[in-house]
């Protein structure tokens, strides 16, 4: 089986952290070689005979207005098309337009799509979590909602096991 996943989410979620993580800390693995004009391929982890290419959304981290704009109107070539999964990574702390844009996109694909709700360390009140989680819940029919400290590693391995699962 082999699997090509999506990570998306505005900069400074904690997509790379999260990655560098699931491919085993070891950065020599990511590699940031292009694989099609669409996608760039940031890792491959093996495991078994179970391979997920992870792959980076060209255009989605953009910035600039306009850039973004023409890059959604071309939803015939859209760069989400090929993949079997997406991991759409949001920030516990807040919901911004960046964010709106990335969930725009992510209502066309066919794909599941898993909401990894990052930096959960962080929260003041876990209490917060289960209200954060019906609020998101409520923008896409999600497959899954995680959340998880990319960086602490809470939750981490229930979220790479849901991706074996896709
Ligand atoms: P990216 O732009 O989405 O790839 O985000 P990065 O992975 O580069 O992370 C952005 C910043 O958030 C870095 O300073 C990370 O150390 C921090 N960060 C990532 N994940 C977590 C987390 O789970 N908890 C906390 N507290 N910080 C995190
Ligand atoms: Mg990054």
Not at 23 to 30: P, V
Not at 62 to 72: C, G, H, L, Q, V
Request: aromatic content about 4%.
């Amino acid at each position: 089986r082999c699997g090509f996943i999506a990570i998306v989410g505005r900069p400074n979620v904690g997509k790379s952290t999260l990655l560098n993580h699931i491919l085993g800390q070891k950065l020599s693995i990511t590699s940031r070689k292009p694989q099609t004009t669409r996608h760039q391929v940031l890792g491959i982890k093996t495991e078994g005979n179970c391979q997920a290419i992870y792959v980076d959304t060209p255009g989605l981290h953009r910035r600039n207005e306009k850039a973004i704009n023409r890059y959604m109107n071309r939803t015939a070539n859209s760069a989400l098309k090929d993949v079997d999964l997406v991991l759409f990574v949001v920030d516990r702390d807040q919901w911004t337009d960046e964010d709106d844009i990335v969930l725009q996109r992510i209502q066309q694909v066919d794909c599941p799509v898993i909401l990894v709700i990052n930096k959960v360390d962080r929260l003041a009140d876990k209490k917060a979590l289960l209200p954060l989680i019906g609020q998101l819940g409520e923008k896409h029919d999600f497959a899954e909602i995680v959340p998880v400290s990319a960086l602490r590693g809470h939750n981490r391995d229930d979220l790479e096991a849901l991706i074996e699962r896709y």
